[in-house]
Protein backbone atom coordinates (compact mmCIF):
# COMPACT_ATOMS: atom_id res chain seq x y z
CA UNK A 1 0.00 0.00 0.00
CA UNK A 2 1.54 3.60 -1.17
CA UNK A 3 2.12 5.64 2.06
CA UNK A 4 -1.12 8.85 1.88
CA UNK A 5 0.73 12.07 0.05
CA UNK A 6 0.22 15.15 1.30
CA UNK A 7 -1.61 17.73 -1.14
CA UNK A 8 -0.51 21.10 -0.27
CA UNK A 9 -3.45 23.80 -0.04
CA UNK A 10 -3.85 25.80 -3.59
CA UNK A 11 -3.52 29.47 -1.27
CA UNK A 12 -1.16 28.15 1.68
CA UNK A 13 1.43 30.61 -0.24
CA UNK A 14 -1.20 33.09 0.47
CA UNK A 15 -1.69 31.73 4.20
CA UNK A 16 1.75 31.75 4.99
CA UNK A 17 2.09 35.90 3.65
CA UNK A 18 -1.02 36.85 5.57
CA UNK A 19 0.37 35.52 9.02
CA UNK A 20 4.26 36.74 7.82
CA UNK A 21 3.45 40.33 6.26
CA UNK A 22 -0.02 41.25 7.04
CA UNK A 23 -0.64 39.94 10.79
CA UNK A 24 -3.28 40.25 12.79
CA UNK A 25 -4.08 42.02 16.11
CA UNK A 26 -6.97 42.54 17.74
CA UNK A 27 -7.68 45.28 19.91
CA UNK A 28 -9.71 46.29 23.31
CA UNK A 29 -12.37 48.47 22.74
CA UNK A 30 -14.39 49.02 25.69
CA UNK A 31 -16.30 45.85 25.82
CA UNK A 32 -15.62 44.96 22.71
CA UNK A 33 -13.04 43.21 20.94
CA UNK A 34 -12.11 44.26 17.16
CA UNK A 35 -9.52 42.67 14.94
CA UNK A 36 -7.17 44.14 12.03
CA UNK A 37 -4.39 43.48 9.85
CA UNK A 38 -1.76 46.38 9.21
CA UNK A 39 1.14 46.84 7.21
CA UNK A 40 3.34 49.50 6.68
CA UNK A 41 4.04 53.38 8.03
CA UNK A 42 3.00 57.08 6.86
CA UNK A 43 -0.51 58.15 6.24
CA UNK A 44 -3.27 56.18 6.47
CA UNK A 45 -5.80 54.09 3.87
CA UNK A 46 -7.98 52.01 5.99
CA UNK A 47 -9.67 48.59 4.08
CA UNK A 48 -13.35 47.45 4.48
CA UNK A 49 -14.06 43.88 3.34
CA UNK A 50 -17.45 43.81 1.52
CA UNK A 51 -20.09 40.50 3.03
CA UNK A 52 -18.74 37.68 2.27
CA UNK A 53 -15.05 38.54 3.06
CA UNK A 54 -13.04 39.16 5.52
CA UNK A 55 -9.61 41.53 6.01
CA UNK A 56 -7.28 39.04 4.30
CA UNK A 57 -8.99 39.22 1.03
CA UNK A 58 -6.99 42.78 0.97
CA UNK A 59 -3.69 40.69 1.12
CA UNK A 60 -2.51 41.40 -1.66
CA UNK A 61 -3.67 45.15 -2.27
CA UNK A 62 -2.07 45.86 1.17
CA UNK A 63 1.27 44.29 0.52
CA UNK A 64 1.72 46.61 -2.54
CA UNK A 65 0.31 49.70 -0.73
CA UNK A 66 2.33 49.30 2.16
CA UNK A 67 5.06 50.79 0.67
CA UNK A 68 3.12 54.51 0.83
CA UNK A 69 1.17 54.63 3.94
CA UNK A 70 0.30 52.61 7.17
CA UNK A 71 -2.76 50.21 5.89
CA UNK A 72 -5.05 48.62 8.18
CA UNK A 73 -8.07 46.56 7.12
CA UNK A 74 -10.80 45.62 9.69
CA UNK A 75 -12.75 42.13 10.36
CA UNK A 76 -16.00 43.63 10.40
CA UNK A 77 -17.87 43.20 13.69
CA UNK A 78 -19.05 39.71 13.98
CA UNK A 79 -16.17 38.82 11.94
CA UNK A 80 -13.16 36.58 12.61
CA UNK A 81 -12.27 37.89 16.02
CA UNK A 82 -14.49 40.68 16.10
CA UNK A 83 -16.79 40.81 18.79
CA UNK A 84 -20.36 41.43 16.68
CA UNK A 85 -22.23 44.45 17.58
CA UNK A 86 -25.02 44.33 20.44
CA UNK A 87 -28.02 45.46 18.27
CA UNK A 88 -29.11 41.94 16.73
CA UNK A 89 -30.36 44.67 13.68
CA UNK A 90 -27.53 46.67 13.26
CA UNK A 91 -27.36 50.08 11.65
CA UNK A 92 -24.88 51.55 9.18
CA UNK A 93 -23.90 54.90 12.56
CA UNK A 94 -23.03 51.15 14.99
CA UNK A 95 -20.39 50.20 12.54
CA UNK A 96 -19.67 53.43 11.59
CA UNK A 97 -18.93 54.22 15.69
CA UNK A 98 -16.82 50.68 15.68
CA UNK A 99 -14.59 52.08 12.84
CA UNK A 100 -14.29 55.54 14.85
CA UNK A 101 -12.85 53.47 17.88
CA UNK A 102 -10.81 51.40 16.21
CA UNK A 103 -9.51 54.24 14.47
CA UNK A 104 -9.10 56.61 18.19
CA UNK A 105 -7.56 53.05 19.74
CA UNK A 106 -4.71 53.39 16.40
CA UNK A 107 -4.18 57.17 16.94
CA UNK A 108 -5.48 57.64 13.06
CA UNK A 109 -6.79 60.98 13.46
CA UNK A 110 -7.71 60.95 9.80
CA UNK A 111 -7.56 58.52 6.43
CA UNK A 112 -7.96 57.26 3.44
CA UNK A 113 -11.00 55.28 4.02
CA UNK A 114 -11.56 52.64 1.50
CA UNK A 115 -15.24 50.33 1.21
CA UNK A 116 -15.54 47.06 -1.03
CA UNK A 117 -19.42 45.81 -1.51
CA UNK A 118 -21.04 46.30 1.42
CA UNK A 119 -18.70 47.99 3.30
CA UNK A 120 -19.38 50.74 1.10
CA UNK A 121 -22.17 51.61 3.28
CA UNK A 122 -20.46 51.80 6.31
CA UNK A 123 -17.50 53.83 4.60
CA UNK A 124 -20.41 56.13 3.72
CA UNK A 125 -21.93 56.28 6.94
CA UNK A 126 -18.48 57.37 8.33
CA UNK A 127 -17.91 59.67 6.51
CA UNK A 128 -21.16 61.48 6.83
CA UNK A 129 -20.67 61.17 10.41
CA UNK A 130 -17.01 62.61 10.92
CA UNK A 131 -16.17 64.38 7.29
CA UNK A 132 -12.75 65.46 9.51
CA UNK A 133 -11.52 62.23 9.64
CA UNK A 134 -11.47 61.16 5.82
CA UNK A 135 -9.41 62.72 3.46
CA UNK A 136 -10.55 61.03 0.30
CA UNK A 137 -13.86 58.29 -0.10
CA UNK A 138 -13.00 55.51 -2.16
CA UNK A 139 -15.83 52.73 -3.20
CA UNK A 140 -15.12 49.64 -4.87
CA UNK A 141 -18.01 47.58 -6.71
CA UNK A 142 -20.37 49.69 -3.66
CA UNK A 143 -23.29 47.68 -2.52
CA UNK A 144 -26.36 50.44 -2.16
CA UNK A 145 -28.44 48.21 0.08
CA UNK A 146 -32.31 47.79 0.17
CA UNK A 147 -33.13 50.17 2.79
CA UNK A 148 -35.14 52.93 0.39
CA UNK A 149 -39.15 52.16 0.25
CA UNK A 150 -39.06 51.61 -3.17
CA UNK A 151 -36.71 48.81 -2.85
CA UNK A 152 -38.20 47.15 0.61
CA UNK A 153 -39.64 44.18 -1.22
CA UNK A 154 -36.67 43.24 -3.11
CA UNK A 155 -34.84 43.71 -0.03
CA UNK A 156 -37.17 41.19 1.93
CA UNK A 157 -36.77 38.72 -0.75
CA UNK A 158 -32.78 39.01 -0.26
CA UNK A 159 -33.40 38.66 3.46
CA UNK A 160 -35.36 35.86 3.13
CA UNK A 161 -32.77 34.20 0.13
CA UNK A 162 -29.64 34.92 2.28
CA UNK A 163 -31.12 33.53 5.63
CA UNK A 164 -32.75 30.65 4.23
CA UNK A 165 -29.29 29.86 1.85
CA UNK A 166 -27.01 29.82 5.39
CA UNK A 167 -29.29 27.97 7.78
CA UNK A 168 -29.64 25.21 4.71
CA UNK A 169 -26.24 25.04 3.42
CA UNK A 170 -24.26 26.04 5.94
CA UNK A 171 -21.15 28.61 5.91
CA UNK A 172 -18.39 25.85 4.18
CA UNK A 173 -20.82 25.19 1.58
CA UNK A 174 -22.31 28.77 1.04
CA UNK A 175 -18.32 29.52 0.07
CA UNK A 176 -18.04 26.75 -2.33
CA UNK A 177 -20.96 27.20 -4.32
CA UNK A 178 -21.03 31.31 -4.42
CA UNK A 179 -17.24 31.98 -4.80
CA UNK A 180 -17.50 31.98 -8.46
CA UNK A 181 -19.92 34.42 -8.93
CA UNK A 182 -17.59 36.70 -7.48
CA UNK A 183 -14.95 36.78 -10.12
CA UNK A 184 -15.07 37.25 -13.74
CA UNK A 185 -15.16 34.33 -15.81
CA UNK A 186 -11.26 34.21 -16.64
CA UNK A 187 -10.18 34.72 -13.12
CA UNK A 188 -7.55 32.10 -11.99
CA UNK A 189 -7.94 28.97 -9.96
CA UNK A 190 -5.83 30.53 -7.04
CA UNK A 191 -8.57 33.53 -6.92
CA UNK A 192 -11.39 31.36 -6.69
CA UNK A 193 -9.63 29.25 -4.08
CA UNK A 194 -8.69 32.59 -2.08
CA UNK A 195 -12.29 34.05 -2.47
CA UNK A 196 -13.51 30.65 -0.76
CA UNK A 197 -11.18 30.34 1.60
CA UNK A 198 -12.11 33.86 2.93
CA UNK A 199 -15.85 33.38 2.44
CA UNK A 200 -15.76 30.32 4.34
CA UNK A 201 -14.46 32.19 7.73
CA UNK A 202 -17.33 33.59 7.87
CA UNK A 203 -19.20 33.64 11.42
CA UNK A 204 -23.19 33.17 11.21
CA UNK A 205 -24.18 35.90 13.61
CA UNK A 206 -21.53 38.68 11.99
CA UNK A 207 -22.86 37.57 8.56
CA UNK A 208 -26.87 37.74 9.69
CA UNK A 209 -25.85 41.43 11.38
CA UNK A 210 -24.22 42.09 7.71
CA UNK A 211 -27.54 41.36 5.91
CA UNK A 212 -29.26 43.15 7.76
CA UNK A 213 -27.49 45.97 7.23
CA UNK A 214 -27.51 45.57 3.23
CA UNK A 215 -31.25 44.73 3.46
CA UNK A 216 -31.97 47.52 5.95
CA UNK A 217 -29.94 50.93 4.45
CA UNK A 218 -29.20 52.61 1.28
CA UNK A 219 -26.16 54.01 0.41
CA UNK A 220 -27.33 56.92 -0.58
CA UNK A 221 -29.35 57.81 2.41
CA UNK A 222 -25.34 59.38 3.31
CA UNK A 223 -25.09 61.49 0.77
CA UNK A 224 -24.40 64.39 -0.03
CA UNK A 225 -20.54 63.76 0.66
CA UNK A 226 -18.62 66.43 1.85
CA UNK A 227 -15.36 64.71 0.83
CA UNK A 228 -13.57 63.82 -2.73
CA UNK A 229 -14.87 60.40 -3.66
CA UNK A 230 -13.85 57.83 -6.02
CA UNK A 231 -16.02 54.92 -7.27
CA UNK A 232 -14.63 51.49 -8.83
CA UNK A 233 -15.80 48.64 -10.65
CA UNK A 234 -15.23 45.05 -11.83
CA UNK A 235 -15.76 45.40 -15.91
CA UNK A 236 -17.27 41.99 -15.02
CA UNK A 237 -19.14 42.12 -12.04
CA UNK A 238 -22.34 40.74 -12.06
CA UNK A 239 -23.24 41.39 -8.54
CA UNK A 240 -23.18 45.15 -8.37
CA UNK A 241 -22.91 45.67 -12.28
CA UNK A 242 -21.04 48.79 -13.72
CA UNK A 243 -24.27 50.04 -14.47
CA UNK A 244 -25.55 50.39 -10.97
CA UNK A 245 -22.06 51.94 -9.47
CA UNK A 246 -22.04 54.39 -12.45
CA UNK A 247 -25.27 55.42 -11.61
CA UNK A 248 -24.08 55.61 -7.87
CA UNK A 249 -21.46 57.24 -9.06
CA UNK A 250 -23.00 60.26 -10.20
CA UNK A 251 -25.50 60.59 -7.12
CA UNK A 252 -22.45 60.92 -5.01
CA UNK A 253 -20.78 63.17 -7.24
CA UNK A 254 -17.58 60.78 -7.93
CA UNK A 255 -15.16 59.94 -10.59
CA UNK A 256 -15.85 56.63 -12.00
CA UNK A 257 -13.82 53.87 -13.82
CA UNK A 258 -13.75 50.18 -14.70
CA UNK A 259 -11.06 48.16 -13.24
CA UNK A 260 -10.62 45.29 -16.48
CA UNK A 261 -10.52 41.32 -15.84
CA UNK A 262 -12.68 41.69 -12.76
CA UNK A 263 -15.68 40.55 -11.31
CA UNK A 264 -17.12 41.77 -7.88
CA UNK A 265 -13.64 40.49 -5.76
CA UNK A 266 -11.26 42.66 -7.64
CA UNK A 267 -9.14 43.36 -4.64
CA UNK A 268 -8.48 39.79 -5.18
CA UNK A 269 -8.69 39.22 -8.79
CA UNK A 270 -6.52 42.34 -9.92
CA UNK A 271 -5.03 43.26 -6.70
CA UNK A 272 -2.05 45.48 -8.75
CA UNK A 273 -4.56 47.70 -10.25
CA UNK A 274 -6.98 47.75 -7.79
CA UNK A 275 -3.80 48.94 -5.36
CA UNK A 276 -2.36 51.23 -7.71
CA UNK A 277 -6.02 53.46 -7.66
CA UNK A 278 -6.01 53.28 -4.08
CA UNK A 279 -1.99 54.24 -4.52
CA UNK A 280 -3.35 57.64 -6.77
CA UNK A 281 -6.40 58.48 -4.28
CA UNK A 282 -3.30 58.64 -1.15
CA UNK A 283 -1.91 60.86 -3.09
CA UNK A 284 -4.68 62.73 -4.40
CA UNK A 285 -5.17 62.83 -0.47
CA UNK A 286 -2.05 64.60 0.26
CA UNK A 287 -1.71 66.69 -1.76
CA UNK A 288 -5.27 68.73 -1.37
CA UNK A 289 -6.40 67.84 -4.73
CA UNK A 290 -10.63 67.66 -4.87
CA UNK A 291 -12.40 66.31 -8.13
Avoid at 33 to 62: F, K, T, Y
Avoid at 116 to 140: D, K, M, N, Q
Avoid at 188 to 207: C, D, F, H, I, T
Wanted: proline share 7%; glycine share 8%; charged share 15%.
Amino acid sequence: MLPATHVPSPTADLEALLQQRFGQRVLALNDSAQAIREIGNGPAIVLLHGIGSGAGSWLEVALQLGQQGHVVAWDAPGYGESSPLPSQVPTAEDYALRLSQTLDSLGIANCVLVGHSLGAITAAAFTRLYPERVRRLVLISPARGYGDPARAAQGEAVRAHRLSTLEQSGIARMAAQRSSAMLSPRASAKALEWVRWNMARLNPQGYRQAIELLCGDDLLRHAPLQVPCDVHCGEADGITPAEACLTLAKALGATFSLIPDAGHASPIEQPHPVAGRLAFALKESLTGSTQ
